[in-house]
């Protein structure tokens, strides 16, 4: 394991098959050069002797991209070590669908629910909650039954997930999964996983049917910020020893000032954002970091 605690600039890790492909490096090397910004490479890792521009950042991931790798840019005084808690979104992160858009596709609603879903997503529509009140309420007198379709035929975990969830066991840290989606998949999936905890909606059943309503608070983004800060004071830590992983819009806050901030398969608003974005490696590719 290395660290970069002491290194007050951030710090650039290729990841991917090609991470100690010659030609890659010295293509970085070059790069760097060209935007004049003075490195050291040590162990893997390029340690930068200044900040890097929003431009800049974009460019060295799109050369990595280019060579399907992706560039981890850890912030200044990255220290792995302090790192003890691993926060995740589900629907498009942990899993491979958006489990809302899959009941909705059992009764012919895919393509409205879909649309909500997509621009909430990008940022859209601001209000999640409003935004996840419309869609449920599509979906009412839709039978348990398609839930269940949706888990056993459709759900599928992205690649990489299972390694990582029992990496950071391995290293002795909390795990969470903090959904805008529903109990009945996160259930499911913090029995397969052993994650330590998990948190999103419940949906409404009456009659072995949704009614079309959500039961208690909607698990937003605000909601999802504030379980990752409690996990966290738990063991008397705060966000700095979190990683946080999600896709959307309504992830930016649980991932706004944590330890490092993980992009996966995201949309543009939060790559931009984002210290690392995974677009063309696993989710396991984080352990690499750690």
Known sequence: ???????????????????????????????????????QYRAGRF??????????????R???SERSCDLAILPAGFDATALK?????????????ECIDEIADFVGKKTAVA????????????????????????????????LHAVYKERLQLNPGAELLI???????????????GFTFFTDRMQERLSLCETHSNQLEITGDQLTGQVLGDIVDGVAK?????????????????????????????MMADCGLSVAYRAKAVVKEKADVALDNVGLDAVLELL
Do not use: W
């Open 1 to 39: 394991m290395m660290t970069t605690a002491s290194n007050p600039y951030p710090s650039l890790q290729v990841l991917g098959s090609g991470a100690t492909d010659s030609q890659l490096i010295q293509g970085l090397e070059r790069a760097l050069q060209t935007l004049r910004i003075g490195f």
């Open 47 to 60: 340690l930068l002797l200044r900040e890097i521009e929003a431009f800049e950042r974009n460019g060295l």
């Open 62 to 64: 799109q050369y990595c």
């Open 85 to 97: 808690v691993l926060a995740m979104d589900m629907d498009s992160t942990l899993i491979n669908i």
């Open 115 to 146: 649309e909500i879903t997509a621009a909430t997503m990008r940022g859209e529509i601001p209000n999640f909650a409003e935004s996840l009140r419309r869609r449920v309420a599509l979906l009412e007198g839709v039978p348990m039954s398609a």
């Open 166 to 180: 029992s990496g950071a066991h391995e290293r002795d840290m909390h795990t969470l999964l903090v959904s805008g």
């Open 225 to 253: 910020n504030r379980f990752v800060e409690a996990a966290c004071a738990r063991f008397d830590l705060n966000k700095r020893s979190a990683i946080v992983i999600g896709d959307g819009a309504n992830d930016l806050l």
